[in-house]
């Protein structure tokens, strides 16, 4: 069964839009996890605009599935990952100036393997955020990350039947290359109610991170219901 990790980070960015303390992170996690969802993700951005860093350090002391944080591929974050030590680190590219993240990683720059060696050393599973790019899929492996999150960005942006066809074999093939590596498949962002069924179909695709569709329908049908939805779904063959 293809599991599901629900991302919070929009829990937090409606608390921090009044600098309070409500709705909170933690028992919106505690809810997830009653609810279906196998790992809570969160993204520890560099502005904090959401999630803080003591959201992380209680979500990593209270919740009983798995942690998955995403964060920018910077010595300062690495840091911070081996003081709270999360299941895994999911390396996301980051820019101040962005609504949200806008692509994936490159992750071609020589640094990128020093930092997935030192995070494995320190004991934590790696996943590396990145375009469904074969080139980008062989340096993941060359640098022995323990999975890859296909960013699904472009085809949750398709207008048309061609598009979305195209943009399904590139994922496909993508998927392939990381199975065969040895890889756990990912995928994440922009993965909703009704693009979801295109994915699934694929039946690679063992792990799925959703955040902001879960949560928009949680404000009309209650999080419970948003979560364990998305998770009939993904599991729906």
């Known amino acids: 069964m ?12 409606i608390r921090q839009a009044r600098m309070g303390i409500e709705p909170d992170p933690i028992y919106a996690a505690f809810i997830a996890e009653q609810n279906g969802a196998d790992q809570i993700t969160v993204h520890l951005r560099e502005d904090r605009r959401h999630i803080q860093y003591r959201d992380v350090k209680l979500l990593k002391d ?16 690495v840091t911070i990952a081996k003081n709270l030590m999360p299941h895994t680190v999911t390396l996301v590219p980051e820019k101040r100036e962005e609504l949200t993240t806008e692509g994936g990683l490159d992750i071609s720059p020589r640094k990128m393997e020093e930092l997935i060696e030192e995070l494995k050393a320190a004991g934590i599973e790696v996943s590396v955020f990145i375009e469904p790019d074969p080139e980008m899929i062989k340096l993941a492996d060359r640098y022995k990350a323990n999975a890859v999150e296909i960013h699904t960005g472009r085809y949750a942006n398709c207008k048309t039947d061609k598009e979305i066809e195209e943009e399904l074999k590139r994922i496909e093939k993508a998927c392939k290359m990381i199975r065969s590596a040895n890889m756990r498949v990912v995928a994440g962002h922009g993965i909703n109610y009704h693009n979801v069924h295109r994915l699934v179909q694929l039946q690679m695709i063992e792990e799925y991170n959703i955040g902001h569709s879960i949560i928009s329908r949680a404000v009309f049908s209650g999080l419970p219901e948003a979560i364990r939805t998305m998770k009939d779904l993904i599991n729906k063959r």
């Open 62 to 77: 209270t919740i009983q599935t798995r942690l998955n944080l995403e964060m920018a591929a910077t010595p300062e974050m």
């Open 2 to 13: 293809a599991e599901l990790g629900v991302n919070i980070d929009h829990i937090a960015t």
